[in-house]
C-alpha cells in the first residue's frame, strides 16, 4: 500500500506468516514507534530474524520439554491406573474383610448361644430367656427363634405365633449335617428381603435336636457390611454366587429380592476374582471381585474417570503449561528480534553494547528454560493411605462375662469413634494428637478383655501382665498401635500363647506383645512396616490381612515419636514393642470427676461406667416409653425422676432442687412443647444440663432447631446401643466444659 512494493516472500495472501505473527506480538506488547521501526527492509529483517530465532528456540526449548512430557505422560497414566488399582483392591479387601468379620460374629454368636444349655433344652420357656439375652449381640436380626427336627418353631424372640420351616433350604443344610446354613430370601414373618442363618443345637443325649435360626432384613445388612465409600463414586456391593443382590448402600431392598444377573460384575465374577473394566449404565467402570469364605461375593466398583481424575487433571495442567510456555517463547522472540532488527539498522551500537544485549536475552532464556523444567518436575500426585478400625467380636457362654463384654466395646466404640477420623488423616500431617498423662493398667484390661474372647475362640491362651505405671501419649493412638500388635499376634499364632506386658526402658515403658507363632526371618523386618506387605504366603494362617495394620502402626509412632520395633526368632515367636514416655505417678493430674459420676459408690474409682450414678431427667407423656426408660437407664445405673407432662416436670424441679446430670426430652407433650419448658427448667435448677431430645417428628427444621440450641436429637424408635453412647458423649462433652 501506499506504493510500497512486497517482496515475493511476503507476497502471500498478505504475507508470510512469520510476518503475520510477529505484527501478531508487535501489536499485543504495544511496542513503541522507536521499536518497531519503518520501512519494507527493516520490517523484512526483523521478520527474517524473528523467524530464525522462534524456530530455534522452539526446538531447543519446546521439543525436548514435548518429549520429556510425553514420556512423563505416559509413565503418569501407568502409575496412575496402578495406584487406581491398588486403591480399589484395598477397598475391595477391606469390604471383604468387613462382609467375613461380620458373618463369623454372627455365626459365632449362634453357635454359643446354640451350645447353651437352655437353649439345648428345647423347653420353649427356657429358649425364650435365652432369646432375650441373645438379642443384644445381634441387635440387627429382627427375628430369633428355634425349630424342631420336624420343621415347626418351638421358641420366637417375637411372641408370634409358631410356623413351619421345613421347606427352608437352611433347614435341609443342617439336617444334612452342615455345621451351619444361610439363605438369602423373603422372611415369612417380615415378607421382606432378609439374610437368615441356621445353626444346629445338640440335645442332651448329643444327637441333632433343632437349630437356632437368625433373621435380618437386607438392608440393615447393608448397613452393617457396606457402610463404606471409596472417594465419590466408589462403593461396594455384594451378592450371592447365583446373582442375587444382598447389600448395596444405593439400592434400597424394601419389598423384593434384586437380582443382579444382568449386571456386568456378575459375569465377571464368574471367572474368578481379580480387576476388571466394563460399561454400566452409560459410564465406564472399574471393579475389584471378590469371592468371601462364606461363598458370597463383594464387588468394589468406582467410575473410571474419578479414579484417574488426578492424572487427567495433570494433563491439562501441562498442556497448558506448554500452551503458555509457545506463547512466552513467541513473545521473547518478537523481543529479541525487535532488539536485533533496530541494531542492526541503526548500525549505531558498539560492539560491547551488543554483546551485552545478546547476553541480556541468553540470560532470560535459560531462566524461562529452567523454571519451566522446575514446574513440570514438581509432584504431581499424591498416595493416600487408608487406616481401618479393627471391630472387637464379643461372645461368651457366661451371662456376666457377655455384659462386661457388651460394657466394654460401648466404652471402646465411643473412644474408637472420635478417633477414627483422625487415623485416616495420618498420612496427610493434619492429625491433632491429644496426648496427656494417664494410667496404662486400664487401657490394657480393657484390650485384654476384648482380645481374650476371640483368643479362647481360637485355643490361644492369652495373659495381660498388671502394670501401674503412668504414661504421657495419646490414649486413643496408642491403643490402635497395641489393637494392631494383638491382632497379628493372635491371627499368626495358630495355637499356643500371647503375652502383652510392660518392661522399663530407661525413662520409657516399653509395652510389649509376645506370641508364639512362627517368627519372622531378620531381612523381612523392615518390609512387614509397608503397605500391603504379608508374609503368609504359604496360606496357612486362617485369615489373611489387608497387609495395612503395622504401616499404620509405624505412622501412628512417628507422629507420636514413640519407637517401635520388634524380636523374632524362627519357630519359636516374636515380640513387638512400642516405647511411650514414663511419668512420675505424683505428676499425674488427679482425674475430674464429671457430672455423671455423682452418688457414685465408693470404690468404683475410673473403671465404672460413666453412666454409673448419673442423674437423669425424662419428660415424657407416654407410659410405656416413661416405663422402657426407666428400666433401661436404671439398668446402666441412673438415677431416673421421670415426668408426664410440662406442669409435673415444674412442679417436680420445683420440690428437688438439684439439677439432675442429663434431661431427655420429648418434643410433643400434652400440655404444650418440651423446648418451651427448658428455660424454666433451668431458671429452677439454677443451671444449664445436656439435653436430648427425643422425638417421632422427622422434619430436617425440627432436627437443625434442637442442634442449634446445642442439643443432641434422636428419633423414634430409639436403639438401645445408640442413645447410650448419645448420652455418654453428651454427658463427657459437659464434663469436659467443666
Known amino acids: 500500500m501506499h506504493g510500497r512494493r512486497h517482496s515475493p516472500a511476503f507476497s502471500h495472501r498478505g504475507g508470510h506468516w512469520t510476518t503475520r505473527l510477529y505484527t501478531a506480538a508487535v501489536a ?35 521439543l525436548p520439554l514435548t518429549a520429556f512430557w510425553q514420556l512423563e ?33 454372627n455365626l459365632s454368636v449362634l453357635q454359643l448361644a446354640a451350645n447353651d444349655a437352655a437353649v439345648r433344652s428345647m423347653s420353649p420357656q427356657r429358649q425364650k430367656r435365652a432369646m432375650t439375652r441373645l438379642t443384644t449381640l445381634l441387635p440387627w436380626a429382627y427375628l430369633l427363634h428355634t425349630v424342631n427336627l420336624t420343621g415347626w418353631n418351638v421358641a420366637r424372640s417375637d411372641d408370634r405365633p409358631g410356623n413351619w420351616y421345613g421347606d427352608r433350604g437352611y433347614f435341609a443344610d443342617i439336617v444334612a449335617g452342615r455345621a451351619y446354613g444361610v439363605e438369602i430370601q423373603v422372611g415369612r414373618t417380615s415378607h421382606l428381603p432378609a439374610f437368615i442363618m441356621a445353626v444346629p443345637i445338640g440335645g442332651q443325649d448329643g444327637k441333632l435336636a433343632g437349630m437356632l435360626i437368625e433373621a435380618a432384613t437386607l438392608d440393615h445388612v447393608t448397613d452393617a457390611v457396606t457402610s463404606a465409600r471409596l472417594e465419590r463414586t466408589g462403593h461396594a456391593f455384594l451378592m450371592t454366587n447365583t446373582g442375587v443382590l444382598i447389600a448395596d448402600r444405593g439400592v434400597p431392598m424394601l419389598r423384593r429380592l434384586r437380582d443382579f444377573r444382568s449386571h456386568p460384575a456378575f459375569a465377571a465374577a464368574q471367572h474368578g476374582d481379580g480387576f476388571y473394566h466394563y460399561p454400566y449404565r452409560g459410564s465406564a467402570k472399574i471393579a475389584e471381585v471378590r469371592h468371601t469364605d462364606f461363598g458370597w461375593t463383594v464387588v468394589a466398583q468406582q467410575q473410571e474417570t474419578e479414579s484417574m481424575a488426578a492424572v487427567s487433571q495433570a494433563n491439562r495442567n501441562a498442556w497448558l503449561l506448554l500452551g503458555l510456555t509457545t506463547a512466552a517463547v513467541t513473545v521473547l522472540s518478537a523481543l529479541v528480534a525487535s532488539g536485533f532488527a533496530r541494531r542492526i539498522a541503526r548500525n549505531t551500537r558498539s560492539l560491547e553494547a ?122 486413643a493412638l496408642l491403643r490402635r498401635v497395641l489393637q494392631n500388635y494383638l491382632s497379628n499376634a493372635i491371627r499368626y499364632c495358630r495355637r499356643g500363647r ?3 506386658g ?34 503368609d504366603t504359604d496360606g496357612q494362617s486362617g485369615e489373611r490381612g489387608a497387609g495395612l495394620g503395622l504401616a499404620i502402626v509405624e505412622r501412628i509412632a512417628k507422629r507420636l515419636d514413640h519407637p517401635i520395633g520388634l524380636h523374632s526368632w524362627a519357630g519359636r515367636g516374636s515380640v513387638f514393642f512400642v516405647e511411650v514416655p514414663l511419668v512420675k505417678a505424683a505428676t499425674m493430674p488427679a482425674p475430674r470427676e464429671p457430672p455423671a459420676s455423682r452418688g457414685m459408690p465408693a470404690g468404683t474409682g475410673d473403671h465404672a461406667s460413666p453412666l454409673q450414678g448419673c442423674r437423669v431427667w425424662s419428660v415424657e407423656d407416654d407410659p410405656r416409653v416413661r416405663l422402657s426408660l426407666q428400666t433401661l437407664l436404671t439398668g446402666w445405673g441412673c438415677e431416673v425422676v421421670l415426668a408426664a407432662s410440662a406442669e409435673e416436670a415444674l412442679r417436680v424441679a420445683t420440690q428437688d432442687a438439684g439439677a439432675p446430670d442429663l434431661l431427655l426430652l420429648d418434643h410433643r407433650l400434652p400440655d404444650g412443647s418440651g423446648p418451651d419448658i427448658v428455660p424454666e427448667l433451668f431458671r429452677r435448677w439454677g443451671a444449664q444440663v445436656p439435653v436430648i431430645m427425643l422425638s417421632a417428628e422427622r422434619d430436617p427444621a425440627l432436627r437443625e432447631k434442637v442442634q442449634a440450641k446445642g442439643w443432641a436429637f434422636l428419633a423414634k424408635p430409639v436403639n438401645p446401643s445408640k442413645l447410650r453412647a448419645v448420652v455418654t458423649h453428651m454427658l463427657m462433652k459437659s464434663a469436659a466444659s467443666v
Not at 514438581?378 to 451371662?399: E, G, H, I, K, Y
Not at 491429644?434 to 479362647?456: K, S
Open 28 to 62: 499485543v506488547l504495544k511496542l513503541p514507534p522507536t521499536l518497531t521501526g519503518s520501512g519494507p527492509g527493516l520490517r523484512q529483517l526483523r521478520a527474517s530474524i524473528f523467524t530464525r530465532l522462534l524456530l530455534a528456540l522452539l526446538l531447543v526449548s519446546l
Open 354 to 475: 551488543a554483546k551485552a544485549e545478546a547476553e541480556q536475552a541468553n540470560r532470560s532464556k535459560t531462566s524461562f528454560v529452567a523454571a519451566a523444567v522446575h514446574d513440570l518436575m514438581q509432584p504431581l500426585n499424591a498416595a493416600r493411605m487408608f487406616a481401618d478400625a479393627v471391630r472387637s467380636r464379643l461372645t461368651s457362654a457366661a451371662d456376666r462375662e457377655v455384659l462386661d463384654g457388651i460394657d466394654s466395646a460401648l466404652e471402646a466404640e465411643d473412644e474408637i469413634l472420635s478417633t477414627l477420623l483422625d487415623i485416616s488423616r495420618l498420612e496427610s500431617g493434619t492429625l491433632e494428637v491429644h496426648e496427656r498423662d494417664f494410667a496404662v493398667e486400664t487401657l490394657l484390661e480393657t484390650l485384654g478383655r476384648e482380645f481374650g474372647i476371640l483368643a479362647r475362640a481360637r485355643d490361644i491362651k492369652l495373659r495381660v501382665g498388671r502394670c501401674s505405671a503412668v504414661v504421657h501419649s495419646d490414649e
Open 498 to 500: 500371647v503375652l502383652m
Open 502 to 535: 510392660c518392661r522399663r526402658a530407661g525413662s520409657a515403658l516399653r509395652i510389649e506383645v509376645w506370641d508364639t507363632g512362627p517368627g519372622i526371618a531378620r531381612e523381612h523386618y523392615r518390609r512387614i512396616f509397608l503397605e500391603f506387605q504379608r508374609l
Open 73 to 105: 505422560r505416559q509413565r503418569m497414566i501407568a502409575n496412575g491406573e496402578a495406584e487406581a488399582r491398588q486403591r480399589l483392591e484395598l477397598f475391595a479387601d477391606r469390604a471383604m474383610q468387613q462382609v467375613d468379620d461380620w458373618m463369623r460374629l
